[in-house]
């Protein structure tokens, strides 16, 4: 099945660090732009990051920038979201999305594919 799987969510303190993997399945991802967004409870869906397909060019939201790093392993199928020093206000749903011939600009649909989500809390 043609899908992209996210994974590395998980409980962490602030000032804590994840790093979140979006994987492609059944399609080869090295085409696509890729969106990170997240989406908390009450709140409506955020664009967080994305990556053009080869790499060349980032975009961060303001809320994140300087403390996530966005990167892609083409050979591996994968994106990935380093997040460091993360906030209570980072806790959310985070999903990926891939989009062809974009090239990271400005988390507009439509997109080609979802992810399901995987959550991040951040919490003492």
């Known amino acids: 099945q043609l899908q992209l799987v996210e994974s590395g969510g998980g409980l962490v303190q602030p000032g804590g660090s994840l790093r979140l993997s979006c994987a492609a399945s059944?399609?080869?991802?090295?085409?696509?732009?890729v969106d990170w967004f997240r989406q908390a409870p009450g709140k409506g869906r955020e664009g967080v990051s994305c990556?053009?397909?080869?790499?060349?060019?980032?975009n961060y939201a303001d809320s994140v920038n300087g403390r996530f790093t966005i990167y892609r392993d083409n050979a591996k199928n994968t994106v990935y979201l380093q997040m460091n020093s993360l906030k209570p206000e980072d806790t959310a749903l985070y999903y990926c999305?891939?989009?062809?011939?974009?090239?990271?600009?400005?988390?507009?649909?439509?997109?080609?594919?979802w992810g399901q989500g995987t959550q991040v809390t951040v919490s003492s």
């Open positions: 990556i053009s397909s080869n790499g060349d060019r980032t």
């Open positions: 999305a891939a989009q062809k011939y974009a090239y990271c600009s400005g988390f507009r649909a439509p997109y080609d594919f």
């Open positions: 059944g399609f080869t991802l090295d085409s696509y732009n």
